[in-house]
């Protein structure tokens, strides 16, 4: 899968998570880095 359909689908979700999924719009401000877990926590 090239890069550029990657990125998209991610963003995709993002939105799509927002806009249904209760408590994710607070969730993405509390966590930072979701695409690679443990990356840049502390």
């Known amino acids: ?3 550029p359909e990657l990125l ?7 939105k ?3 806009r249904d ?3 994710y ?3 993405r401000r509390k ?3 979701r695409l690679l ?3 840049g926590d502390g």
């Open 37 to 39: 877990p443990g990356y």
């Open 21 to 23: 999924l209760p408590g």
């Open 25 to 27: 719009a607070e969730y």
């Open 31 to 33: 966590v930072r880095y």
């Open 8 to 14: 998209r689908g991610c963003l995709d979700e993002k």
């Open 16 to 18: 799509l998570l927002t």
């Open 1 to 3: 899968m090239p890069l």
